[in-house]
């Protein structure tokens, strides 16, 4: 008999979804996919609001990453009024990119990751977080809060909140950064460092001793995307958009952003809330890309700063010409950490970055905005049309964990079929393929604009349809 | 002329004749709660939140158009009129899209520091989310539908205080709007001066100045009591 699995809800994610396993007459898994379900429509909300609101409304798409929405959003409309933004608020810009890369992608290693690193995927599954990961080793645990509480930090000293800001607006942001910051931040840097060369000789002794993960979640060759500058570091927060393929070969390798629509396309599939975004000279569904840490430093030649750039060097040795294996992202991240912890370091050295010159004033000028900028977990793309007053007519939003959505499928098959047995299940096999999907940091909230943590679930389904077995986890 | 002598919340006061309790329990330190009272202008009772008890009164009577009587007992914050009035802010909230997170006036809105103050934490009736308009038309100034209340208070300083009487209140029951010039586009109105007078005295997000982000509007109504001074008293002070 043949059998379907589900997993639902997926654990230690942002947001709702399902997996399904489809299993063969012979009992092997024969396919799988990934839902997403649940729905929530910020491009629908925006319709028929002032355009000078979206940074603000945008921001609630994500309790993550509102920061790289409120930027994306704020060029989008930087674009409407047709404004040079002032350098002073163009720093803030990025100096907060840097900051939620840091909170963000400590939560995605430290919180939700590590648990399966430092423990083992098979460990018993009360045991699989971060109070779990405490009990084994303190400090290590310790640190990555730390990390996450600085970048968190520094969203709050700079916006005067940590989680849903009014700070970004059209045309630049609303207020200076307090001087005392600076000095509180740039004590905490010597730590922070000593924190990362810890986590990452971690990271990279795991990158070495989970051997069959590393070629089982996730590792095929496929286009990465992500943002660069002229100096081929990756650019978080204005960067052209350069493709490479599974080889590391330049498949494009400056595209404006502003047109990504030209190049960029998102199919809908019928089981699933998130979208299906593809390049559209490979068509669908071979113009399948990822996004995010690992793919910007495929795309990238360099950091751009000292520390990153040693760890760059030794992270796309893991690969030949791009780094394949999803696992990697991880590490990834790490080396992302410590490049934002560089960059801010150089950015608070900035005397300008204190100005108070931080808006440029003017009345509408365009029908027409795009705003991009690389959100922890991927490019993100704010495009808005709006009529003659000013008011949205029309929203697309196009985030990165949608952009990752055709990979993560794929991730999820090749997990099943390395890790599943269907005929003897047993939670640790389970737990892989949630840690493939894990792999990208998956933010259903944003990717649907939809809400809550993210919880899920597998079915094992057979090729009758019908439900063989069924895993849940709240 | 003889004062008035009467009794609020267990005080004795005293008050010109024909003056509102309202305005006598402010002046003594009570500060009955309000919405479309605004100082300088003529009260019109629109929201009933100034409701107060009056002894030998077996209705409720709004405190900021009901003149003192010689030995009045009045009382202005009991728990029946707490519930009234908090009822009132969830209706009020419950009548258009009153979203805080993602509005202009976000931390300086009087209708949101009312139900703060009185412990509006949820609202009790369903929301009927009305689809309402943006008025963007207008060079300066925007109209949010979805905020405004109805208080009239834009009507009033527009047509009492500044004598353009661009804003009326239009149409009827809970498809009543301000509208502007008779019904057309603010941006096309003749009777608009454009002297955001309006905007000021608005006491939600409903009239913001265009541009603002949000939380970014914040009101400044102290050229009101300059006004209304001026005329009154023929003194030009701040
Ligand atoms: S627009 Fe403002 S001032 Fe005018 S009635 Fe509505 S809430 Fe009151
Ligand atoms: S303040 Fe008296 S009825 Fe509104």
């Not at chain 1, 399902?18 to 649940?38: C, Y």
Request: net charge neutral.
């Amino acid at each position: 008999m043949s059998t379907r699995i589900t997993i639902q809800p997926v654990t230690r994610i942002e947001g709702h979804a399902k997996v399904t396993l489809h299993v063969d007459e012979d009992g092997a898994i024969n396919g799988a996919q990934f839902h997403v379900i649940e729905f929530r429509g910020f491009e629908k909300i925006a319709l028929g609001r002032p355009f000078t609101e979206m940074p603000g409304l945008m921001a609630r798409i994500c309790g993550i990453c509102p920061i790289s929405h409120i930027i994306a959003s704020s060029k989008a409309g930087d674009m409407l009024l047709g404004v040079r933004t002032p350098r002073a608020a163009v720093l803030q810009r990025r100096l907060l990119t840097d900051a939620q890369i840091l909170q963000s992608h400590a939560l995605s290693f430290f919180h939700l990751s590590s648990p399966d690193l430092l423990l083992g995927f098979d460990a018993p599954p009360s045991k699989r977080n971060l109070f779990g990961v405490a009990e084994t080793d303190v400090e290590f645990a310790r640190a990555g809060i730390r990390l996450r509480q600085l970048g968190q930090r520094i969203i709050e000293g700079v916006t005067g909140k940590r989680v849903h800001p009014n700070w970004g607006i059209p045309g630049g942001v609303l207020g200076a950064v307090p001087g005392e910051l600076r000095d509180e931040v740039l004590a905490r840097l010597p730590e922070s460092y000593a924190a990362m060369d810890d986590a990452l000789g971690r990271a990279k002794r795991w990158a070495d001793q989970y051997a069959p993960e590393i070629e089982g979640m996730g590792n095929f060759p496929s286009l990465h995307a992500g943002l660069v500058g002229a100096d081929g570091a990756p650019d978080y927060y204005d960067g052209k958009l350069r493709l490479v393929d599974g080889d590391g070969n330049v498949v494009a390798p400056g595209l404006d952003p502003r047109r990504y629509f030209e190049y960029l396309e998102e199919r809908a599939e019928p089981w699933s809330y998130m979208k299906f975004p593809f390049y559209k000279p490979l068509g669908y569904p071979n113009g399948m890309y990822r996004v995010g840490p690992l793919s910007r430093l495929n795309v990238a030649t360099c950091m751009g700063t000292e520390r990153a750039d040693r760890e760059f060097v030794e992270l796309r040795q893991r690969g030949g010409g791009a780094v394949n294996a999803s696992f990697h992202y991880h590490l990834a991240r790490l080396v992302e950490m410590v490049g934002a912890l560089e960059r801010m370091e150089r950015l608070f050295a900035d005397p300008e970055l204190l100005s108070a010159d931080v808006r440029s004033r003017a009345m509408l000028n365009e029908e027409e905005g795009i705003g991009s900028c690389e959100a922890p977990r991927g490019v993100l793309f704010h495009h808005y049309k709006v009529d003659g007053n000013g008011l949205v007519t029309s929203a697309n939003l196009l985030i990165a964990t949608a952009q990752n959505n055709l990979a993560i499928n794929r991730t999820v098959e090749q997990a099943a079929r390395r890790f599943v047995k269907p005929d003897a299940l047993q939670e640790g096999m389970l737990n892989r393929v949630e840690a493939a999907i894990r792999c990208y940091d998956p933010c259903l909230s944003c990717s649907t604009h939809a809400l809550g943590q993210m919880p899920l679930v597998l079915e094992l389904v057979g090729p009758d349809g019908t439900v063989r077995d069924r895993l849940q986890r709240e | 002329m003889r004062v008035r002598t009467l009794e609020i919340d267990g005080q004795m006061m005293t008050g010109a004749p024909g003056e509102s309790i309202f305005n006598v329990a402010w002046n003594n330190g009570i500060h009955i709660p309000r919405m479309c009272h605004l100082g300088g202008l003529t009260d019109v009772g629109a929201c009933r939140l100034c409701l107060v008890e009056v002894e030998g009164q077996s209705r409720l009577l709004p405190s900021c158009m009901t003149p003192v009587r010689e030995g009045m007992v009045v009382r202005t914050n009991t728990p029946a009129l707490q519930k009234h009035r908090k009822l009132i802010v969830e209706l009020l909230l419950a009548e258009r899209n009153h979203v805080c997170a993602v509005c202009v006036a976000n931390g300086a809105c009087e209708l949101q520091d009312l139900a703060t103050s009185l412990g509006v934490d949820h609202v009790r009736v369903r929301y009927r989310h009305p689809q309402c308009e943006v008025d963007l038309s207008h060079p300066r100034f925007g109209l949010d539908h979805n905020r405004c209340i109805l208080c009239s208070r834009c009507v009033r300083v527009c047509d009492e205080v500044e004598g353009a009487h661009n804003w009326d209140i239009g149409h009827r029951g809970t498809n009543a709007r301000v509208i502007s010039d008779f019904g057309t586009a603010w941006g096309d109105s003749e009777s608009c001066t454009s002297c955001g007078k309006c905007v000021q005295v608005c006491p939600t997000g409903a009239l913001f100045s265009k541009g603002a982000s949000v939380g970014e509007m914040r009101k400044d109504r102290s050229f009101l009591k300059y006004i209304v001074t001026a005329r009154e008293k023929h003194q030009w002070i701040r």
